[in-house]
């Protein structure tokens, strides 16, 4: 991942323990990422990582890539479990971390579905367990006994918590998937209504019950409920028509839209689109989830 490398001692030596760790960190960034929506907690969880697989006896280690990948999980949940806590006194609405990627992750069309800012939060719906074994089975394709390994279940436990897993998200994923041009094609007439205050075309671009979710954490303004309805969300957008630029860009996988003001981000907003119009808006203002904005994150399998 680019500009977010652990600091990881010993790098000069090139050891066997650093270059492995280093080999696998953007498939662990992205398993912990997946996990928590956050990069920074996901960073914090890769130090951990790294810290528990330098005094692992590497000649005892059948599968490395299995191992890093059993740590970051275990580390992952400890970590999912006290943000859960934390995540109940956040001011408004909580939103994922939005990661600038790539424009080749959307070839991956299975990584870039489950790392989207919509599937990101129907994961928040899950168990902290539930979430781990998703991610772990349905996005890396991980083996039910590797999985059991790394929550600390059996198997046949795994099984069942994958089945209602994905029983759960299914109920809950964007219906009607879009080709990526059709997508490009409705952010530019959603971008092109906002930026001229055109009301009727809003309207047209979006699904009746549309929902609107601002994530300014206590740090700036932000709506602290839902804005429901296409009339509420419209209004709501109008308000900076004239006042900011608004550029296309590629947030978790998918095109979404960067929001300027006087120059400076101001705002990144993804979106859910459901049968063709948009059914959800994603709008991040936090300042501490835009720090890395500027950079592209690797997300890999």
């Known amino acids: 991942m680019t500009g977010s490398s652990p600091s990881v001692p010993g790098t000069e030596g090139a050891d066997a323990a650093t270059e492995t760790f280093l080999a696998h960190r ?6 912990a990422y997946e996990m928590l929506g956050s990069a920074a907690d ?48 956040y001011i408004g609405p909580w939103l994922p971390e939005p990661l600038l990627t790539a424009p080749d992750i959307a070839e991956d069309v299975e990584l870039a579905d489950n790392v989207s800012m919509a599937m990101l939060l129907v994961m928040e719906t899950l168990a902290p367990v539930e979430r781990a074994v998703f991610v772990l089975r349905e996005v890396f394709a991980l083996e039910y006994d590797e999985i059991a390994e790394a929550v600390e279940k059996s198997p046949a436990a795994v099984r069942q918590i994958a089945y209602r897993a994905r029983s759960h998200i299914a109920a809950r994923r964007p219906r009607g998937a879009l080709t990526a041009i059709e997508t490009r094609e ?35 303004r932000a709506a602290l409920a839902p804005v429901v309805g296409a009339g509420p969300v419209a209004e709501v957008l109008g308000r900076i028509a004239g006042a900011a630029v608004l550029r296309a860009t590629q947030i978790n996988g998918h095109p979404a839209l960067l929001v300027e003001i006087a120059g400076k981000v101001d705002t990144i907003v993804a979106m859910r689109i459901d049968e063709g119009l948009i059914s959800g808006l994603y709008a991040v203002r936090n300042p501490v989830k835009l720090a890395r904005i500027g950079q592209e994150t690797e997300l890999r399998r």
């Open 42 to 89: 996901a960073e914090d969880v890769l130090q951990e990582t790294w810290l528990r697989w330098v005094s692992v006896d590497l000649g005892a280690v059948r599968d490395q890539r299995a191992y890093l990948v059993r740590i970051t999980t275990r580390q992952a949940l400890d970590r999912l479990r006290a943000l859960g806590r934390r995540r109940e006194s």
């Open 26 to 31: 953007n498939l662990l960034f992205t398993v």
């Open 186 to 220: 409705a952010l530019e007439a959603f971008r092109r209504a906002v930026t001229t205050g055109d009301l009727q075309g809003l309207l047209e671009v979006m699904a009746p019950g549309v929902v609107l979710l601002t994530d300014g954490g206590g740090v700036v």
